[in-house]
Nanobody
Framework: QVQLVESGGGLVQAGGSLRLSCSAS????????MGWYRQAPGKQRELVAT???????NYADSVRGRFAVSRNKSLNTVYLQMNNLEGDDTAVYYC?????????WGQGTQVTVSS
């Protein structure tokens, strides 16, 4: 069974930076999509950024230019570098893996941005 283990969340002041990591185990297909979603209190889970196994990226408009997603294919690890963080970025961030339509989620890591 696929497991996604996240790390790197925490408390940061507005304008600061954090880097999230997610390591996937028991990945079956080398062609896949990994990335990050987030869910703030009282809101629906939303896309943050994804990256395909080819390296094609997709970002939410709200984070484009501030966040950068990358991956190490050989390690099945995906990263999210978050810069210039804002209060609206406060949320639980979930790692995401899509293998031919089969989706797995990490347990989530809390990111809190203080003003």
């Amino acid at each position: 069974q696929v497991q996604l283990v996240e790390s790197g969340g925490g408390l940061v002041q507005a304008g600061g930076s954090l880097r999230l990591s997610c390591s996937a185990s028991r990945v079956t297909f080398t062609i896949n999509v990994m990335g990050w979603y987030r869910q703030a209190p009282g809101k629906q889970r939303e896309l943050v950024a994804t990256i395909t196994s080819r390296g094609d990226t997709n970002y939410a408009d709200s984070v484009r230019g501030r966040f950068a997603v990358s991956r190490n294919k050989s390690l099945n690890t995906v990263y999210l570098q978050m810069n210039n963080l804002e209060g609206d970025d406060t949320a639980v961030y979930y790692c995401y893996l899509n293998q031919r339509g089969s989706i797995n989620w990490g347990q989530g890591t809390q990111v809190t941005v203080s003003s």
